[in-house]
T-cell receptor
Framework: EAGVVQSPRYKIIEKKQPVAFWCNPI?????LYWYLQNLGQGPELLIR????????DSQLPKDRFSAERLKGVDSTLKIQPAELGDSAVYLC?????????????FGPGTRLTVL | SQQGEEDPQALSIQEGENATMNCSYK?????LQWYRQNSGRGLVHLIL?????REKHSGRLRVTLDTSKKSSSLLITASRAADTASYFC???????????FGSGTRLQVQP
């Protein structure tokens, strides 16, 4: 069974540029999460989707960050414009559903460097 | 914001020795989990212990949970060089249905 797929694995951009990250969860997993991991820290939740609905986006900085999961499968996280402080690893995770939220499977992450 | 704090922040041991990492948290939890992260890789789930459990084993891993002290420990016995990684505890919040991670312990196992 394929795991959570993320692309790109690495991205280097200049500040003020836009950037997008893509995630394909494990097949059949209805719940999808985006986490932000700063260097030397644990991941922090940005947004959680149940199917195509964003049910928890309280930690998403909505002035520059946006996310979508249009068909309830793949998801895209976008930053526009990027700032130096956005340099971090962006992790996507999925779980079977709301009742199995505590069993999360993580992708390899996208490492973003903003110059 | 980080819920848990791991202790120590870094640990260096010799192959064959045991490694113990501790995690403290602040609020009531439904469960506590431990994850491993190799450099440049994603998180790998190691073990989950529920709030009504006190101890759990999985292979060379032993996890304890003391809800009265809001703390947990992860013991890795007979460590191997391949155990070198960062280890994170994560607490489960039933209300938010989300995991809150600590800042991690960086374990180095010297061959």
């Amino acid at each position: 069974e394929a795991g959570v797929v993320q692309s790109p694995r690495y991205k280097i951009i200049e500040k003020k540029q836009p950037v997008a990250f893509w995630c394909n969860p494990i097949s059949g997993h209805n719940t999808l999460y985006w986490y932000l991991q700063n260097l030397g820290q644990g991941p922090e939740l940005l947004i959680r989707y149940e199917n195509e609905e964003a049910v928890d986006d309280s930690q998403l900085p909505k002035d520059r960050f946006s996310a979508e999961r249009l068909k309830g499968v793949d998801s895209t996280l976008k930053i526009q414009p990027a700032e130096l402080g956005d340099s971090a690893v962006y992790l996507c995770a999925s779980s079977l559903g709301a009742d199995r939220w505590d069993e999360q499977f993580f992708g390899p992450g996208t490492r973003l460097t903003v110059l | 914001s980080q819920q848990g704090e791991e202790d120590p922040q870094a640990l260096s041991i010799q192959e064959g020795e045991n490694a113990t990492m501790n995690c403290s948290y602040k609020t009531s939890i439904n469960n506590l989990q431990w994850y491993r992260q190799n450099s440049g890789r994603g998180l790998v789930h190691l073990i989950l212990i529920r709030s009504n459990e006190r101890e759990k084993h999985s292979g060379r891993l032993r996890v304890t949970l003391d809800t009265s002290k809001k703390s947990s420990s992860l013991l890795i016995t007979a460590s191997r060089a391949a155990d070198t990684a960062s280890y994170f505890c994560a607490t489960g919040d039933t209300g938010r249905r989300a995991l809150t991670f600590g800042s991690g312990t960086r374990l180095q196992v010297q061959p």
